[in-house]
Structure formats: C-alpha cells, structure tokens
T-cell receptor, first 114, second 114 residues
Framework: GAGVSQSPRYKVAKRGQDVALRCDPISGHVSLFWYQQALGQGPEFLTYFQNEAQLDKSGLPSDRFFAERPEGSVSTLKIQRTQQEDSAVYLC????????????FGSGTQLSVL | SQQGEEDPQALSIQEGENATMNCSYKTSINNLQWYRQNSGRGLVHLILIRSNEREKHSGRLRVTLDTSKKSSSLLITASRAADTASYFCATDPKEGGSQGNLIFGKGTKLSVKP
C-alpha cells in the first residue's frame, strides 16, 4: 500500500478484555516499530522487528503485551487482560532499511479501556 | 522514559512569522530527527541531522545541533496556518538501546493564526 495502515482506528475495550491491534507496513519495509503515545505526550518505544525477528522488546510495559510479525510483513500487537492504564494511541512505523532513520508512521489505533 | 524535552510546550504565532522550537536531550546520540504530528494523525518525518553536523536546511525548515550543549533547534520560517501541529524531536542514542529505540520528547504544540 501507499502508507502504513493500522486497524482498527478506534477500539473500546472493557477492563479485562484481550485486544489485537494490526499494522500493515509499507510493502518491502524491513523494519517495523510499535510505539505507545499517551495523551499530550510523545511516543514511547514498545518493540522493534527486523523482518520476522523481534530484536528489541524492552519497551513492552508488562507480560500482558505481546507483539509478533510471523511472515516479516503484517504485525499484531496483542494486549491481554487490558487495564485502564493501557488507554493510549498505539502507533506503528516502518522503515525500508535496517536503521531507524526516517520512520513512516501509521495513523494509530486509539485504545480506550473502560 | 523520554530523553528529549521540547521547549516551549506551546507556541502561538501569526501567519508569516517565524517559529523556533528547542529540544534538549541527555545522552550522546548518533542522530536527531524532527517529526510533525497533526491532531489525530501519525507522525511525519521532517528532517534528520547527524551528530557530526551543526546545521541543516530543508525548504522553510532550519535545524541546528549543538552536541556540547545536547540541544537542537527547529526554525520554521514564514509560517503558514497549515504548519499548525505538534512537533517532536527524536534521538537515536549511541549507547543503551537497539537500533529501534528512537526516544521522543514531549513535543511543542504550534498554533499559527491566519
């Protein structure tokens, strides 16, 4: 596709529900990143893939967060047993190469946990 | 944790004026990038400056980097109403973190009045 696509655009979950957020990077982009952005804040790093390999998951806040990219293209961020503090915008970004220069971002998924 | 700190937090100017935003960071970096985010959208890459560069221009944008002071500034000349957005600096730390771990600041919210 022309850009990074994320779905759903908005997600409302009841506390304790599991959610899955999808990211379709730009075709052919090797590197994929997930960020979490709280209201009024800058994005905070969650995890990073090169192709299908998850090279860094140091930003995942707890073991309730899990990300995968099994075929090196589409990625899914899963949050189990959602809590109110998980409410945020989840941004996905991709780059053509192996570095983090000039990230292309999707519009994000706004997650609200009630 | 967020390394970059933008200043000011909010800036309101008239169309045609120049806008200057500053960013300070804490650790040595490989490069520093500036991104723009329109309300409810993803981030868009504006410009990248490497640690061995002092100044860079792109259209109406001018970025400076002072590694001794660990600071950068973004100047937008002859601002337009369409420049209204939040602006974030993002650093690629030399140590501690993978290639994916870009660290964003909290952003400057720029409002350009027609």
């Amino acid at each position: 596709g022309a850009g990074v696509s994320q779905s759903p655009r908005y997600k409302v979950a009841k506390r304790g529900q599991d959610v899955a957020l999808r990211c379709d990077p730009i075709s052919g982009h090797v590197s994929l990143f997930w960020y979490q952005q709280a209201l009024g804040q800058g994005p905070e790093f969650l995890t990073y893939f090169q192709n299908e390999a998850q090279l860094d998951k140091s930003g995942l806040p707890s073991d309730r967060f899990f990300a995968e990219r099994p075929e090196g293209s589409v990625s899914t961020l899963k949050i189990q047993r959602t809590q109110q503090e998980d409410s945020a915008v989840y941004l996905c970004a991709s780059t053509k190469g192996l570095d983090n220069e000039k990230l292309f971002f999707g519009s994000g998924t706004q997650l609200s946990v009630l | 944790s967020q390394q970059g700190e933008e200043d000011p937090q909010a800036l309101s100017i008239q169309e045609g004026e120049n806008a200057t935003m500053n960013c300070s960071y804490k650790t040595s970096i490989n490069n520093l990038q500036w991104y723009r985010q329109n309300s409810g959208r993803g981030l868009v890459h504006l410009i990248l400056i490497r640690s061995n560069e002092r100044e860079k221009h792109s259209g109406r944008l001018r970025v400076t980097l002072d590694t001794s002071k660990k600071s950068s500034s973004l100047l937008i000349t002859a601002s337009r109403a369409a420049d209204t957005a939040s602006y974030f600096c993002a650093t690629d730390p030399k140590e501690g973190g993978s290639q994916g771990n870009l660290i964003f600041g909290k952003g400057t919210k720029l409002s350009v009045k027609p």
